[in-house]
């Protein structure tokens, strides 16, 4: 197999930059190993996107929420499956919420118009309306049915494909892209023997700024400096990189390893779209953790990000509660989102406005992966349009301030934990104090 090796990195056009070599051929692009048959990700904002953890959506509980503006909501059906459906209900167009869902039957609460999965049909990837007053229901309800996404529960997440077009039999969605790119274990981790800590927080600002975030090493040394318990991550050291990156289809990945000693490495960063991150240190067989971060466009300038990190070490569960090691992580967590929170508003509000131009933006070396990202990112956006319903509801606010009930913002995240650790501390430690005393 031939292999070539050349210097580029100005230029945005990597098609023309491998045009000249054969098929087959290995292109070095400085650090970035592109095969030129899988020369770049595969284009596009639609498919699989992690929408809570497992534990959140609950028996007999609506859980509303919404992807790219679109109004949608999750339940298990009576088969404990689970539904992403739009929040519309095909009888009079009126919204789910104020309705009520039991042993998986969904009742809107407009005009009692009941849908379950098995309807006269049966089949069980239809969700058909049942019940209504009116003398000829039987006939309407039998080609009445809900739209919906396919979804599905794996790794302890609610995982949702959505796409251009929902359906009211997911039979007629046959090309689903299959979510095994996302598991962990098909990324190399075993996560059974790990233990987890995590949270989930809502930005209001735009979610491809939060990835491009998460895609930078180098701000960690100034932003999170103080917060990041690591000796060696703190703005007073300055540490320069060798970067390797991996590009394919289905993932493009970063090694940095440290310019003063190149055999050591100092983290990886995978980015698998259209919205997860993996971060870890050394080969995924034996790495001592990997966080997860997914992150959900819920609409224009409101994004979602889950964090989840899985570890091999302080796995005792008594020990983690004397420690009060999850509230601690948890601590951790928000304090770095909030460091990041000024930083991705303000830079959404010169995205907004068209005030960061390529022209106007100067990308360092070390910035190939972000390079790389908004060049897929641009071409993903203009293939599928996932924004089209921007315009039409701009001004409405309703499904903000009424219906989603988006979690509150990270300080107030940050004080409701902060009460936690302390109610806990007492209890576990200062009323026993108390009450020995009092004995005495």
Same mark, same amino acid.
């Given at each position: 197999?031939?292999?070539?090796?050349?210097?580029?990195?100005?230029?945005?056009?990597?098609?023309?930059?491998?045009?000249?070599?054969?098929?087959?051929?290995?292109? &070095?692009?400085?650090?970035?190993?592109?095969?030129?048959?899988?020369?770049?990700?595969?284009?596009?904002?639609?498919?699989?996107?992690?929408?809570?953890?497992?534990?959140?959506?609950?028996?007999?509980?609506?859980?509303?929420?919404?992807?790219?503006?679109?109004?949608? #909501?999750?339940?298990?059906?009576?088969?404990?499956?689970?539904?992403?459906?739009?929040?519309?209900?095909?009888?009079?167009?009126?919204?789910?919420?104020?309705?009520?869902?039991?042993?998986?039957?969904?009742?809107?609460?407009?005009?009692?118009?009941?849908?379950?999965?098995?309807?006269?049909?049966?089949?069980?990837?239809?969700?058909?309306?049942?019940?209504?007053?009116?003398?000829?229901?039987?006939?309407?309800?039998?080609? *009445?049915?809900?739209?919906?996404?396919?979804?599905?529960?794996?790794?302890?997440?609610?995982?949702?494909?959505?796409?251009?077009?929902?359906?009211?039999?997911?039979?007629?969605?046959?090309?689903?892209?299959?979510?095994?790119?996302?598991?962990?274990?098909?990324?190399?981790?075993?996560?059974?023997?790990?233990?987890?800590?995590?949270?989930?927080?809502?930005?209001?600002?735009?979610?491809?700024?939060?990835?491009?975030?998460?895609?930078?090493?180098?701000?960690?040394?100034?932003?999170?400096?103080?917060?990041?318990?690591?000796?060696?991550?703190?703005?007073?050291?300055?540490?320069?990189?060798?970067?390797?990156?991996?590009?394919?289809?289905?993932?493009?990945?970063?090694?940095?390893?440290?310019?003063?000693?190149?055999?050591?490495?100092?983290?990886?960063?995978?980015?698998?779209?259209?919205?997860?991150?993996?971060?870890?240190?050394?080969?995924?067989?034996?790495?001592?953790?990997?966080?997860?971060?997914?992150?959900?466009?819920?609409?224009?300038?409101?994004?979602?990000? *889950?964090?989840?990190?899985?570890?091999?070490?302080?796995?005792?569960?008594?020990?983690?509660?004397?420690?009060?090691?999850?509230?601690?992580?948890?601590?951790?967590?928000?304090?770095?989102?909030?460091?990041?929170?000024?930083?991705?508003?303000?830079?959404?509000?010169?995205?907004?406005?068209?005030?960061?131009?390529?022209?106007?933006? &100067?990308?360092?070396?070390?910035?190939?992966?972000?390079?790389?990202?908004?060049?897929?990112?641009?071409?993903?956006?203009?293939?599928?349009?996932?924004?089209?319903?921007?315009?039409?509801?701009?001004?409405?606010?309703?499904?903000?301030? *009424?219906?989603?009930?988006?979690?509150?913002?990270? &300080?107030?995240?940050?004080?409701?934990?902060?009460?936690?650790?302390?109610?806990?501390?007492?209890?576990?430690?200062?009323?026993? #104090?108390?009450?020995?005393?009092?004995?005495?």
């Amino acid at each position: 197999m031939e292999n070539k090796q050349i210097n580029f990195f100005k230029s945005k056009d990597f098609n023309a930059v491998l045009k000249p070599f054969k098929k087959g051929t290995v292109v &070095k692009i400085d650090n970035i190993e592109v095969r030129e048959k899988e020369k770049h990700l595969n284009i596009g904002l639609y498919g699989w996107y992690a929408i809570c953890p497992s534990k959140d959506l609950k028996k007999n509980k609506l859980y509303f929420f919404s992807l790219f503006d679109e109004p949608l #909501l999750l339940f298990r059906d009576e088969n404990n499956n689970i539904r992403c459906i739009k929040n519309i209900c095909p009888h009079r167009g009126a919204s789910f919420f104020g309705g009520s869902i039991s042993n998986g039957e969904l009742t809107c609460p407009y005009h009692g118009a009941k849908f379950s999965s098995e309807g006269t049909c049966q089949n069980i990837d239809r969700i058909t309306c049942s019940h209504i007053v009116d003398n000829n229901y039987n006939n309407y309800a039998k080609r *009445i049915h809900l739209s919906q996404y396919k979804a599905l529960e794996k790794d302890e997440y609610i995982f949702v494909y959505f796409s251009d077009k929902s359906e009211t039999d997911l039979k007629n969605i046959n090309d689903v892209l299959p979510i095994k790119n996302y598991e962990l274990i098909d990324n190399g981790f075993s996560v059974k023997d790990c233990v987890s800590e995590e949270v989930l927080v809502d930005f209001k600002c735009d979610w491809s700024r939060i990835i491009e975030n998460h895609l930078d090493i180098l701000h960690i040394f100034w932003v999170h400096g103080d917060t990041i318990p690591d000796k060696d991550v703190n703005k007073n050291v300055l540490v320069s990189f060798n970067q390797k990156i991996k590009i394919n289809p289905t993932y493009i990945e970063s090694i940095y390893f440290y310019k003063s000693n190149p055999t050591k490495e100092f983290i990886r960063i995978k980015y698998i779209p259209p919205g997860r991150i993996l971060i870890y240190k050394g080969e995924p067989s034996v790495s001592r953790y990997v966080q997860v971060l997914d992150h959900i466009p819920l609409g224009d300038n409101k994004a979602r990000v *889950i964090v989840r990190h899985y570890r091999k070490f302080l796995k005792n569960k008594l020990l983690n509660n004397l420690i009060l090691f999850k509230e601690i992580q948890k601590k951790i967590f928000y304090k770095i989102f909030d460091e990041d929170y000024m930083i991705l508003k303000t830079q959404t509000y010169n995205h907004k406005l068209g005030l960061i131009k390529n022209d106007e933006i &100067k990308l360092l070396g070390e910035d190939r992966i972000i390079n790389y990202f908004w060049n897929w990112y641009k071409k993903s956006e203009e293939k599928d349009n996932p924004w089209k319903f921007i315009n039409k509801n701009k001004e409405l606010d309703v499904y903000n301030e *009424i219906i989603f009930k988006y979690p509150p913002e990270i &300080k107030k995240l940050e004080i409701i934990n902060n009460i936690n650790i302390i109610r806990k501390t007492f209890i576990r430690y200062l009323a026993p #104090l108390i009450f020995l005393l009092l004995i005495i």
